[in-house]
Structure formats: structure tokens, C-alpha cells
T-cell receptor
């Protein structure tokens, strides 16, 4: 179940530093967004979501920021750990429907 | 385990074979999905089932045939595949509203030889 072979943008950060992963979404009518994490050998896993009536939402060590003006979403990970190494996808949705559109993904590599 | 179980985890098949991928969820979700993940297109939606009825078929070739016998089970029947069909096939489920997103299985790594 690994994403090996995907030619993804890669972000390399030092362990303990903060990470910022960015995503540009396509549909200005999208009103619900999710970040997923995909580790090697696993399917994508829900991290955090945000609705369009919010600009920021915090979870445990993660924060999602939404800028609707420029259709930009970011995921901030505080004190990045080796276990955070994975591919991260943003997904957008409209009207809380069933169909999400996924971004291409960013590979996060945590350096010791 | 996420609550969505896919079998087999790995599958190698010849172009003339017929095989099936299986997905099972017991999360009480009533929508299920097949996605294809490959090097060229990371996550491609293939099929959507809502309340056991197919609601979307995303221009998928007929050599892929889905089946949803009940809200907990989803199959993808494969026949006369091509090498370019080699990919990771992911099953997901969700509430019908989509709130909370999808719960994905770990996928079936398919290699067509």
C-alpha cells in the first residue's frame, strides 16, 4: 500500500521543527476540506477537517489554515516527529456531498 | 485497523485472468468507494455506491466491474486487464453526508503481467 513511485513534491524537515504543507484547491464553491496522511503500506488516514466558515482549526500538534480568497489550504505540524513521515493529501468537497477531490499530495520526510 | 478491510493485500495476475478484490466495513457507513492510486494519478475515483446503488461510474473501462451486495461489502471484479492497470486499489467508506470524510482500507497492490 505504499506510495513509492509517485513523483511528489517533497518537504524535508528536521526532527523537532515545525512543518507546513500547502495545498491549492480548485473549486471556489468547495466548503469542506480534509487533510489525509498516507503512511507506507497503508491507506490515507483522516487527520483534520475544516469547514469554509472557519479560517483556522487546531488539533493535537496539527493546525489547518484556510484562505478562501486565494483558494489555499495549509497543514501545520508542530514539533515534527519521525512518525510524521508520510504523504499528505488535501481533499475538497462541496455541499457535504459524498465526493471529495484529492490534491496530488506532498511527501514529508523527517530528518534525524 | 481502520475498520475497512481489503483482501487480498497483494495480487499478481495475467492479462487473461479473472480475479476479484474484496472490501468490507462494519462502521455503519452507507456509502462505499473504489479509488485507483498510481504513479501518474495519485487518487482517481472509480466508483461510488450509496445505499447499495451505484451513483457514479467515473469513465472506468468495462474490464473493471463493481458489485455492492449490501452496505457492508464491496467487490471489484477484474478481467482481461492491461499492464497499465497495475496500481494500488483503495476502498473507502463514509457516511452518506460525507461529513468526517472517508475511512480507507489499506489497499490491494495489483500487478498485471
Amino acid at each position: 500500500g505504499e506510495s513509492v513511485g509517485l513523483h511528489l513534491p517533497t518537504l524535508s524537515v528536521q526532527e523537532g521543527d515545525n512543518s507546513i504543507i500547502n495545498c491549492a484547491y480548485s473549486n471556489s464553491a468547495s466548503d469542506y476540506f480534509i487533510w489525509y496522511k498516507q503512511e507506507s503500506g497503508k491507506g490515507p488516514q483522516f487527520i483534520i477537517d475544516i469547514r469554509s466558515n472557519m479560517d483556522k482549526r487546531q488539533g493535537q500538534r496539527v493546525t489547518v489554515l484556510l484562505n478562501k480568497t486565494v483558494k489555499h489550504l495549509s497543514l501545520q505540524i508542530a514539533a515534527t516527529q519521525p512518525g510524521d513521515s508520510a504523504v499528505y493529501f488535501c481533499a475538497e468537497n462541496r455541499d457535504y456531498g459524498q465526493n471529495f477531490v484529492f490534491g496530488p499530495g506532498t511527501r514529508l520526510s523527517v530528518l534525524p | 485497523e481502520t475498520g475497512v478491510t481489503q483482501t487480498p493485500r497483494h495480487l499478481v495476475m495475467g492479462m487473461t485472468n479473472k480475479k476479484s478484490l474484496k472490501c468490507e466495513q462494519h462502521l455503519g457507513h452507507n456509502a462505499m468507494y473504489w479509488y485507483k492510486q498510481s504513479a501518474k494519478k495519485p487518487l482517481e475515483l472509480m466508483f461510488v455506491y450509496s445505499l447499495e446503488e451505484r451513483v457514479e461510474n467515473n469513465s472506468v473501462p468495462s474490464r473493471f466491474s463493481p458489485e455492492c451486495p449490501n452496505s457492508s461489502h464491496l467487490f471489484l471484479h477484474l478481467h482481461t486487464l492491461q499492464p497499465e492497470d497495475s496500481a494500488l486499489y483503495l476502498c473507502a467508506s463514509s457516511r452518506q453526508s460525507g461529513t468526517g470524510g472517508y475511512t480507507f482500507g489499506s489497499g490491494t497492490r495489483l500487478t498485471v503481467v
